[in-house]
């Protein structure tokens, strides 16, 4: 799928960010241009086959490759924030994390009627955040092209958490 081992650049660090968690730790990732290159490239070429005009992504790991995919796919770029954090009218959804709940906003008008998304994000773990993109997707008008995401905690099963929509992980995990 790309040039670079992308899993020898994620660092596993145990026990956070609470005990009996096993974090994966993607920054080293983002430090070495050329697996940010080739993550970024693979992900851009998963946008255009499913025909994406635009990316979103929440913050803030996601917004690392988000931008950079948006670009490299030739496509607009939609933040998803955290509430509050947004200026103007916003559209937003609240949704479960695995310890606790959240909200995510978009700016109202970030999405011209029927547009295709890729929703992007760092990691699919339990599919709390990128069920909640996918909603936000809809509700600002647009339509979920597909999901893409760096990392997959498969053993955690958030794919079947977005049940309808296409997704592709560069690295997957099977286990801790």
Known sequence: MTGVDLAAHIRDVPDFPKPGILFKDVTPLFTDAAALRSAADAVADHARRVGADHV????????VLGGAVATAAGC????????????RETVA???????GTDTLEVHADALPA?????????????????????????????RVAGCSFLVELS????????????????????SE
């Not at 959804?93 to 310890?99: D, K, S, T």
């Not at 029927?114 to 069920?131: E, K, M, P, Q, Y």
């Open 155 to 174: 053993y955690l099963s958030g794919r079947e958490r977005l049940g309808g929509y296409g997704v592709e992980s560069l690295v997957a995990y099977d």
């Open 56 to 63: 979103m992504s929440a913050e803030a790991r996601g917004f």
């Open 114 to 142: 029927g547009a295709n998304v890729l929703v992007h994000d760092d990691l699919l773990a339990t599919g709390g955040t990128a069920g909640a993109l996918c909603e936000l997707v809809e509700r600002a008008g647009g």
């Open 76 to 87: 607009g770029f939609v933040l998803a924030r955290k509430s509050g954090k947004l200026p």
């Open 93 to 99: 959804v609240e949704y479960e994390l695995e310890y």
